[in-house]
């Protein structure tokens, strides 16, 4: 078993998490494929995350299966959008860890 992290991305947590929900358990090359047509930001970052655990773990992305994917909140960053009379409003910005951890395939799981 293999895993990738990619830490402090500016991303919302749990945006990521509905791309990550739905690669977990899948073969990674089919997971890779299926989340170049998602029209998510999530889902380009997810894939090379994908892509950096199967290499991590020396294997092809055929002979890879997606065990684990964790998607943690990291730090919120803290801005302000000046308003109407001087006021301010804040903006969340909030930022994530995704962990992906990857195994190699046993011959009846393609």
Do not use: C, W
């Not at 293999?2 to 929900?21: E, G, H, M, Q």
């Not at 943690?72 to 409003?89: C, E, H, I, M, Y």
């Amino acid at each position: 078993m293999s895993k990738a992290v990619l830490k402090f991305i500016r991303l919302s947590p749990t945006k990521a998490r509905l791309i990550a929900r739905e690669v977990q358990g899948m073969n990674a090359e089919y997971a890779i494929a299926s989340l170049e047509f998602t029209p998510n930001k999530a889902a380009g970052i997810i894939s090379k995350v994908i892509a950096s655990a199967v290499a991590n773990a020396g294997l092809e992305p055929e002979d890879a299966v997606i065990t684990s994917a964790r998607v943690d909140k990291g730090p919120v960053l803290k801005r302000f959008t000046p308003r109407a009379r001087g006021s301010a409003s804040p903006k969340h910005k909030p930022t994530a860890h995704i962990m992906i951890e990857v195994a190699a395939a046993e011959k009846g799981d393609k």
